[in-house]
């Protein structure tokens, strides 16, 4: 009943991740051939980075009124269209590509926050509980998998076309993601909130899904434990190429490769997760890979030569994926169905607020105190998490009890 109804959703996500990776890609390579400026490239990721947060809590109560199924695809129609009549735009005014380029990447970065909670709120519907953990390991395999394979389909691409050619690509992944979620029909049934307030103000969903999460002392302790790996993921993403190529003198290649293999490891990761889950509790993965991330932290403020700066970069950023498939299984024990949207959308938005945090950590400090002090820091700050936080929650989190999730 749900086989096929999982696996065209799936495939409908990896053409829509893989369509945002090729995107976020393209559009600095845009920029910077149109302007010749890196601040302005630089400008542009931020421009698209800021109306994922903002829109979060937004997105949850969309998903909640209207259904997440056509929330997804409505995202998706929206970010293929935008992407067409770019490139369009583009062609007819090349003098003004970056200001085309910026308010195409604000409206895609308020849609892709739509999906992602839309997302959230709609493998529930598609599969059963018992097989939440592997969905959840599929999904995350695949944002994985397209932030390694994204931009490298985007590299080979422009052997034979112009940046600004890719986002007919990018245009047509959007278009089938779209597409393969409509040809869905309504899955489950509409939740009777949703029915029964139908005129409900956006500021009481707001306050509600509040409400819902400090409600619940456990998904207050996940987002704790979320944001620490965040801050970690962040701080590594942003001194990644500082410390490989400025600091341990290694090449441009190098530093490439690294990303590659981090990437390998991830994808390895959640092949693994199968035999995993049958052989252990969902809490456990998740408390192995928090206390991992924890050690990578630590070996990259320690460290003092390149390879166990690489073992460290890659326990940080490459096993926190297993950590997230542990947050996205347990939360949904802890939230009821019909809030799910507007509560999971305070959740992301609390995790991820920590990555522009470590961005501007290393902008104030990175100037007076050795960026490797800031991962020794927060490795710390990570394994007092993990004794005083992490290890209490076992008691109550619900995969960490014997009927655990499996796949």
Known sequence: MYGWRIWLFLGARLFSTLGDQILQFAVPL??????????????????????????????????????????????????????????????????????????????????????????????????????????QSLLQMINNGSSVFGPALGGALLFWAAPTQLLWVVGAMFAVSACSVVTLKELG????????????????E??????????????????????????????????????????????????????????????????????LTRRFSVYRIGAASFAASAFGGLLIGLGGSFPVYVAGY??????????????????????????????????????????PVAGLLVAVTGGALPVQWLFLATGIVACATYVFVFRPLRSKVVTAQSAAVRA
């Open 314 to 355: 890659g326990l940080c950023i490459g096993l926190c994926g297993l950590f997230n498939v542990f947050i996205r299984v347990e939360r949904l024990h802890w939230i009821a169905p019909e809030e799910r949207g507007r509560v999971i959308s305070f959740i992301v938005l609390l995790n991820q607020s920590t990555m």
């Open 30 to 135: 845009i920029v910077y051939a149109a302007t010749g400026s890196v601040s302005l490239s630089g400008l542009a990721f931020m421009i698209e980075w800021l109306p994922r947060l903002v829109s979060l809590p937004f997105a949850g109560v969309l998903s909640d009124r209207f259904g997440g199924r056509r929330i997804y695809a409505a995202s998706d129609s929206v970010r293929a269209v935008a992407c067409f009549g770019a490139v369009l735009a583009v062609l007819h005014w090349p003098g003004h590509t970056f200001a085309l380029t910026a308010v195409l990447m604000a409206l895609c970065a308020f849609c892709y926050a739509q999906s992602f909670i839309a997302l959230e709120t709609t493998v529930p519907e598609l599969v059963p509980e018992a097989d939440l953990a592997k969905a």
């Open 206 to 275: 707001l306050r509600a899904g509040v409400r819902g999460l400090v409600a619940a002392p456990v998904l207050l302790s996940l987002v704790g434990l979320g944001m620490v790996v965040n801050l970690m993921v962040g701080l590594a993403m942003t001194t990644g190429a500082a410390l490989s190529v400025g600091h341990f003198k290694v090449g441009n290649s190098a530093f490439a490769s690294l990303q590659m293999t981090v990437g390998a490891l991830s994808l390895v990761t959640f092949f693994l997760m199968p035999w």
């Open 189 to 204: 049934t509409p939740s009777a909130k949703r029915a029964r307030d139908p005129e409900r103000s956006v500021a009481r």
